[in-house]
């Protein structure tokens, strides 16, 4: 059996959680499962349609964004996961889409206010977008440089990506990641979720407010705190 | 057979109602079921997603938030439950959810004006909003206070349990209740549906006004009045 | 076989559409069909959810509302029904929902503005909103009042009902009809569809304005009128 | 094996796609697919639901409109696909559809600005919408008129119709093309996509800025240029 066979079948998995979770249509989004110790990841083929996925055909490739094992070319976003991969050593998978509702609000070129309990299940501070790179860097190796702009936008902020796992390129759309493929695609589906509610709060009352801080580190802290008491 | 059986049930089958009315996503919401005469309830573990429940993984906890019987730790929220079994002692189910235009309302820290026969076939108020506790509420004993937020707000408008069985928690998310947990379900969808609906009817006449009085007596007292005659 | 097998079976299908088609949750809607022969309609028993009905289970109603057939209680607006058939001998089925944008529209007191083909190609008018009832019809025999409450705007407005088969009445909710109930069924669909995309168009652009009359009757009589062309 | 059964295959699995992508309700749509060689297209039916529909069933239309073979009386919109296919020689496939939201856009009467990279993908301009047609056009030959309100509106645009494959006839409905049926489809879904964003974008930010320049060319190349490295 490959040594290959783990991440190929997670990321196979986490991919086939896109369009069930409504994220993606036709092959609008790609998710890659990394295993550190190799220096890879799979990835999705670029261009293939969900229904056409299979473990195999899942792409290797290494940091360096060179193709290792794998018949088919990889996403055409690959370059902007081997960025993350290299530079965020805890980061075992990333997901990408075009998710409605994150994606107008990449588009729109603002964060996503923390409005609710919901958002500070997951993040103590807006959902970050981080504003489109400059002229020289789109023309130049793009996807490259869509892994920098997501780094830099981290660091900006003061953001450590244990922490904040998403994150919306400007004028394009979400990124997000965890320690499994897995928990990258449930990041990207709570984050259609919190923007969706994001929108909709300022629609029912224009002068909505960012919930207290008081909320924020209760809510966060027991999920993710030392004394967290969720789940099992 | 277990003395708790049938609230194992009752909490199993309407849990699971939660993703089939599209109320949930992963594991945010929960549905208890009591039995008053033993002071349990039965209500769903924490963190464990809707298609791994059964029965036998309901958590049996007594009204002060201990848990009875069960192997699974309870829901994060269960304390809230508690609060409200304690002092509602006809409430036989609650179900909490981060249903999409309910949590917006809650976030947006508005009740849900009664603009139409949808709403007032369940209640013939505005859906009321408790608004968020102070800063020393929330660092305490945070489930708890909740089920007081709740308990304060009905008191403070004067509203009985028993006609009124919908809230918002402010900055948080809707929690409904009811004779059985499949009632306190079906208030769940029947908030998130008058919630979407009076967004509605604001965005399509920013003039919309509240149901007339008589409109919504009629409206409530066919369905639940001394001669209703909805249903068989 | 019954005399009635007929109109039972054709209730019982257009009944089980709604569900299928989104127009409603629980048993918020009812759909009837007429036999004007022997001056009955068969229609949905009032409270049971869809996936318990049956044909048998349609409770047969003469003109007057009074249930010539049948062991379950009818609709609670089986007046309003009855009224509708007694008046417009042409209609063969009647259907009520509480479709979300239908009844967001119902509930705003507007009418709903033609904006587009789609609507045209039903309708050459904007769907009509009937005003509340006075306080005194309220409080009486309110579903019998609904019923002239339909009849007595589409006289106001000149509107012939072979020709508008749908109206909100206002703060409730939509009523729809038709030559058999699959027709009516159809036209609450077809009118969810409209009242969503009058809602977004005008979102879209706050100018926008009604069809052209040209393009209001060609796609109407392209579809309606003498020298129809569409369809087999 | 009739010469054109591989059209009415590829129309018959392009109109199915209609309601798997939730592009149409009842009858709203229609596609076809053509044979240029043989100056043929076959077309859905007029007013034949999908789930009645078999490749037998599509309508063999020659490019002036004439039925040349088949049982059923062709779209009523069959006049509209021949002038297009009449004009525009490499188009393969054309998709008509009153989906929700690019059917709003369409009512609006404005075009769909390009506001993401999603849009950027497929098209470098804003989606343009053709104004409706003057009161003689649209009183005489419809459908044939229409046909050339799109290529009107495309020349006026200066657009080539192998770059800009879909646009919005205005007070109608869009239309979208492609070298096959299945891209037609495709067109339409992404056209629904990219619309529904685009109304979202203006509402979280009603300062929202079309795409800069650099984004839209790098996003588009990528996927169309000579040198692109997007799918297999």
Redesign the interface.
């Known amino acids: 059996m490959s040594k290959y066979q783990d991440i190929r079948e997670a990321a196979y998995q986490a991919n086939m959680e896109l369009p069930k979770?409504n994220l993606v249509?036709?092959t609008?989004g790609n998710v890659s499962a990394a295993d550190h110790d190799l220096g890879v990841f799979a990835i999705k083929?670029?261009?293939?349609p969900y229904d056409e996925l299979s473990p195999a055909k899942m792409v290797i490739v290494d940091f360096d964004g060179k193709v290792i094992d794998g018949e088919?070319?990889p996403s055409?976003d690959t370059k902007t996961h081997a960025v993350l991969y290299t530079h965020c050593k805890d980061i075992g998978g990333i997901s990408h889409t075009?998710s409605?509702?994150a994606?107008?609000?990449?588009?729109?070129?603002?964060d996503v206010p923390i409005?609710?309990?919901?958002h500070a299940d997951h993040n103590t501070v807006d959902v970050p977008c981080a504003q489109?790179m400059n002229?020289k860097m789109?023309?130049g190796d793009?996807e490259y440089q869509t892994g920098f702009q997501i780094l830099n936008c981290l660091q900006e902020r003061g953001f450590d990506y244990h922490e904040v796992e998403m994150i919306l390129v400007g004028?394009?759309?979400p990124f997000t990641w965890g320690k499994t493929a897995g928990k990258a695609v449930?990041n990207s589906?709570?984050l259609e979720?919190i923007a969706?509610?994001?929108?909709?709060?300022?629609?029912?009352?224009p002068q909505?407010?960012r919930?207290?801080e008081?909320?924020i580190k209760?809510h966060y802290e027991?999920k993710h705190g030392p004394d967290s008491?969720?789940?099992?």
Chains 1, 2, 3, 4 share one sequence.
């Open positions: 979770l249509i036709f609008f083929p670029s261009g293939v088919l070319r055409s075009h409605t509702y994606t107008a609000w990449a588009q729109s070129l603002r409005y609710g309990t919901t489109p002229n789109i023309q793009y004028s394009h759309a449930y589906a709570v979720s969706q509610m994001a929108l909709l709060a300022e629609q029912i009352n909505c407010v919930l207290k008081s909320l209760k027991r008491y969720y789940g099992q």
